[in-house]
């Protein structure tokens, strides 16, 4: 029953959060707005979460905080709101080229689905061995249909998906994140979104002039795309003037090399960190 519950506030969130994407889709809302929305959708989630709100404290911090565990309360539950409204908004502001925003996610949710299948194998426990088969039932359909859209929004895409799609895709993995309790891990996930918001905040916050879109130029004489100073991560000068098609391309090795990091990260902090 428990995992009923769990499961229909999950659902209800991100059919709640698909609806406020089209909204934007059709409505243009600003985009301090949309740091909003995603915190009334979570709170189907939030309202329903009934497991525990504390943090293992890392090893090596243990002697200075006094604590191995320790009880955030209610400041858990909006640290999960905000996971939340970055996972929803930062799909969003890595995008603009053919299959970016849909090959972000498929590697994105890729990843999850093989940490939580390495999870199951991991542990005899049959309660640990359900709640992480759950999460793959969640992510099974994300990296499902999004699969068959990269076929019609890689380059040349006929098919162009909007906020509805990024807000979506970033809920679902939010709610997985949320509901599994390894933020961490997730985070570790959307490093190059991480990287990408970091690089962004000068132009988000308003201290830099910040264009609608802040997507590399075309250049007519070559063909390629050469980046522009505006901050964000498909502007990078290391990537040089490219193709849209070669630089999506290598914008998605960037978020599965950060993926295999996590894993990586994962493995060499184990036992020690935590």
């Not at 409505?27 to 009334?40: A, C, T, Y």
């Not at 090959?103 to 991991?122: L, S």
């Not at 906020?163 to 996930?189: C, K, N, P, Q, R």
């Amino acid at each position: 029953m428990q995992w009923l519950v769990k499961c229909n506030a999950a659902l209800a969130s991100i059919c709640f959060m698909i609806l406020l994407g089209f909204v934007d889709d059709v409505l243009d809302v600003p985009w301090r707005v949309k740091l909003l929305l995603p915190s009334f959708a979570t709170l189907p989630l939030l309202m329903a979460y009934a497991g525990h709100t504390t943090i293992i404290i890392p090893k090596p911090l243990i002697p200075y905080v006094g604590l191995e565990v320790l009880d955030l309360g209610w400041i858990y539950k909006l640290y999960m709101a905000l996971l939340a409204v970055f996972c929803t908004n930062f799909i969003n502001i890595h995008a603009g080229l053919n299959g970016l925003e849909v090959g972000q996610t498929i590697a994105i949710a890729f990843a999850i689905m093989v940490h939580n299948i390495m999870q199951i194998g991991a542990s005899s426990n049959p309660e640990y061995q359900h709640a992480h088969a759950f999460f793959v039932y969640l992510v099974q359909p994300l990296l499902a249909t999004s699969l068959a859209l990269l076929s019609y929004n890689r380059y040349p895409s006929s098919v162009f998906v909007g906020d509805t799609y990024t807000v979506f895709a970033g809920m679902t993995m939010a709610v997985i994140g949320i509901l599994g309790h390894y933020s961490e891990t997730l985070l570790v996930f959307f490093l190059p979104q991480v990287l990408n918001f970091l690089l962004s905040v000068p132009q988000l916050f308003g201290l830099v002039k910040c264009p609608r879109h802040r997507l590399p130029r075309f250049n007519p004489e070559t063909g390629l795309l050469t980046g522009t100073p505006d901050c964000a991560l498909v502007n990078l000068r290391i990537f040089g003037p490219k193709s849209e098609k070669s630089l999506c391309i290598h914008l998605l090795i960037v978020q599965a090399v950060g993926s295999c990091f996590c894993f990586l990260l994962r493995y060499l902090l184990a036992g020690w960190y935590k």
